[in-house]
Nanobody, 122 residues
Framework: QLQLAESGGGLVQAGGSLRLSCAASTHHRYAMGWFRQAPGKEREFVATISNSGLSTYYSEAVKGRFTISRDDSKMTMELQMNILKPEDTALYFC?????????????????WGQGTQVTVSS
């Protein structure tokens, strides 16, 4: 069974940058995504990338600031986060879905990491 593990979270000032990484336990060709959950809120979609890495889709909240990428040879997916805002503060999760295609629907994702905390101070 595929296992995912996030890393790279931390504390950063508003306007700063962080780069999150998601390591997979085995090679795969699944579409993947990043989601986040702030205290008292539902888990929300952040970004997704196709199995080929050629197609991406972002939430309006992060579009233009975040970049999702993948390197299947290294079995990793990354989320480059720039111009961070306090509202970006959340526990960030990486996920993968067996069914091909981009999706912002968390119910379609089959595998999840444990999350990495991102805190942005004002």
């Amino acid at each position: 069974q595929l296992q995912l593990a996030e890393s790279g979270g931390g504390l950063v000032q508003a306007g700063g940058s962080l780069r999150l990484s998601c390591a997979a336990s085995t090679h795969h060709r699944y579409a993947m995504g990043w989601f986040r959950q702030a205290p008292g809120k539902e888990r929300e979609f952040v970004a997704t990338i196709s199995n080929s890495g050629l197609s991406t889709y972002y939430s309006e909240a992060v579009k233009g600031r975040f970049t999702i990428s993948r390197d299947d040879s290294k079995m990793t997916m990354e989320l480059q986060m720039n111009i961070l805002k306090p509202e970006d503060t959340a526990l960030y999760f990486c996920a993968a879905k067996r069914i091909p295609g981009l999706s912002d629907d968390i119910s379609l994702y089959d595998y999840w990491g444990q999350g990495t905390q991102v805190t942005v101070s004002s």
